[in-house]
């Protein structure tokens, strides 16, 4: 017999934004129940940003032996045991694994069920043999990787971000198909651990990104080595594992590569098959979830986080939901959902990092925009570590009000924290160009960028006269 449980609210999905909630529902004294068919933690944990980061921190450590030219330190070459790297991400995961375990989870009061979910209704999930009635229901079940059909693709073995992370042996030349964020960064990463490695894309790398900036990313990975089709449409891949050939058309021109492995990164899936959701009146395509501004579904009892929502997929995303749902579901509160100011990073290296709106979109907003920039080479920090290449881009209204910000450079990620707290409150130029900033630091670039745009004004002839007038009076 089914095992009935009556719940404030049910989580379906374990990733970062569903236990998110269920954390923050249980320890608000609301009876929660977590469903998970597969590993706890979802892809973040097991399969995304916390593998990759790792094997990027691994190959970055093998670049830095051969890069120490620049400051008289002779260069030496690393001897990369892949093994023991694929040991040292996991062991990253297995770190962090404890915050995510069912133990954690049960110890804060939440009932964890490990089975697959789908609904029998508007009002009931069946998971396993236990029937959960609840008040209110969130669809956390993430995405996966989306994987085009290509010809032949469906007779090898390839890669995808779900299996890449298991291998043990580095690949002789691995061909990556997709020039986006993960392609980028998994392209760059077994290049510095040693494989031979080329990127196709349809369009440009980074294309979701500013051109000017992206391609301070692509330029650094083509002279470390990597191969760079844009423009490039795959029609077809064969072979075997360990000998695998893709047939690739560019400029009306056909070329065989020839290649080891295949890493296939072409985006995302929501993962909505299998929930029933028409029983429970859940609207959906296979782009996520149908929402409203407040995250609830076509059912009001139901609400959808994170990739699911189909939006923007990144894992802080999925918290900044959770937040929003428990303030609906719990508090009654009509929160919603405000996407204008999420930042976004790439971490190759130098990272690329934006907020807001690049110079081509706010150009299609706005009569009168301003873009300012300032480059790293002009940064003393920069200069003392040998790390000066790249720029902060930042696009303001005819208000100087902050519309957007590209940084690409070191630590990209760290420095657009500032721009995101500008553009979530339509901050001014002056806010950013006021403050006081430690030297020597990146975060100077920041200051100095807001600064170019009072530059013309302080030190223009209408200002020399001023002071000329001013002096006269002792």
Known sequence: MAK??????????????????????????????????????????????????????????????????????????????????????????????????????????????????????????????????????????????????????DKIPFYTNENIFENRECPAHLVVIGGGPIGMEMAQAHRRLGARVTVIEGLRVLSREDPELSAVVADRLRREGVEILEGAKVLSVSGEEGNIAVEVVQGGQTRRIEGSHILVATGRRANVEGLDLEKAGIEYTERGLKLDERLRTTNKRVFGIGDVAGGLQFTHVANYHAGIVIRNALFRVPARADHHAVPWVTYTDPELAHVGETEEEARQRYSKINVLRWHLAENDRAQAERETEGVIKVVTDSHARVLGATIAGPHAGELILPWVLAKSNALKLSSMASVIVPYPTLSEISKRAAGAYYTPTLFSKKTRMLVRFLSLFG
Do not use: W
Not at 95 to 118: C, M, Q, Y
């Open 4 to 153: 009935r449980i009556k719940a404030d609210i049910c989580v379906i999905g374990a990733g970062s934004g569903g236990l998110s909630v269920a954390a923050g529902a249980a320890q608000m004294g609301a009876r929660t129940v977590l469903v998970e068919r597969d590993e706890m933690g979802g892809d973040c944990l097991n399969t995304g940003c916390v593998p990759s980061k790792a094997l990027l921190a691994a190959a970055k450590q093998a670049y830095r032996m051969g890069a120490g030219e620049p400051f008289g330190i002779a260069p030496a070459e690393a001897r990369v045991e892949f093994a023991r790297v694929h040991d040292h991400v996991h062991g990253v995961i297995a770190s962090i694994a404890p915050n995510d375990s069912v133990a954690r989870f049960e110890g804060l009061g939440v009932t964890v069920i490990k089975e697959h979910a789908r609904f029998r209704d508007g009002g009931t999930v069946i998971a396993g043999n236990a029937e959960i009635a609840a008040r209110r229901f969130v669809i956390a079940t993430g995405s996966r990787a989306f994987v085009p059909p290509i010809p032949g693709l």
